[in-house]
C-alpha cells in the first residue's frame, strides 16, 4: 500500500505563496507520474499540474498556469508543488495522487488516471 503525504499547506495573504510537498513511502516513485489537485469547498476535485516520471514534461490547468510550478526529487520520493499569486478562490484542499499506471509515455490529467491519494492540505488565501 502506497501512502503519500501532503504538508505545507495554511494560511496566506492574497498573491502570496506556498510550497507544498508530497512524501511517498514507494520504492518505486520513479517509475509513476505524479499529480496534484485541488477541491474547493462544494465544487469536484480539478486537476492542478502532473509531472512526468523524470520530469521531462510537465502539465497545467490554464488556471495555474504561469503562476504554479510543479517539480520532483526522485532521490527523496518527493513531489512539490509551488503556488504563487494565489487568490482567494484557490482556498481548497490539496491533494497529490500517484499515476495508476507505471512508465506511462504522456503525464496524465484525469483523476480516474490516478490511483493513490493523500489526505491532503487546506490551503487557505484570505483577502
Known amino acids: 500500500q502506497v501512502q503519500l503525504v501532503e504538508s505545507g499547506g495554511g494560511f496566506v495573504q492574497a498573491g502570496g505563496s506556498l510550497r507544498l510537498s508530497c512524501a511517498t513511502s514507494a520504492r518505486t516513485f520513479s517509475i509513476y507520474a505524479m499529480g496534484w489537485f485541488r477541491q474547493a469547498p462544494g465544487k469536484e476535485r480539478e486537476f492542478v499540474a502532473a509531472?512526468?516520471?523524470?520530469?521531462?514534461?510537465?502539465v497545467y490547468a490554464d488556471s495555474v498556469k504561469d503562476r504554479f510550478a510543479i517539480s520532483r526529487d526522485n532521490a527523496k520520493n518527493t513531489v512539490y508543488l509551488q503556488v504563487n499569486s494565489l487568490e482567494p478562490e484557490e482556498t481548497a484542499v490539496y491533494y497529490c495522487?500517484?499515476?495508476?499506471?507505471?512508465?506511462?509515455?504522456?503525464?496524465?490529467?484525469?483523476?480516474?488516471?490516478?490511483?493513490?491519494w493523500g489526505e491532503g492540505t487546506q490551503v487557505t488565501v484570505t483577502s
Open positions: 509531472i512526468s516520471r523524470s520530469a521531462s514534461n510537465t
Open positions: 495522487a500517484e499515476d495508476a499506471q507505471f512508465g506511462r509515455s504522456w503525464t496524465p490529467t484525469g483523476l480516474d488516471e490516478y490511483s493513490y
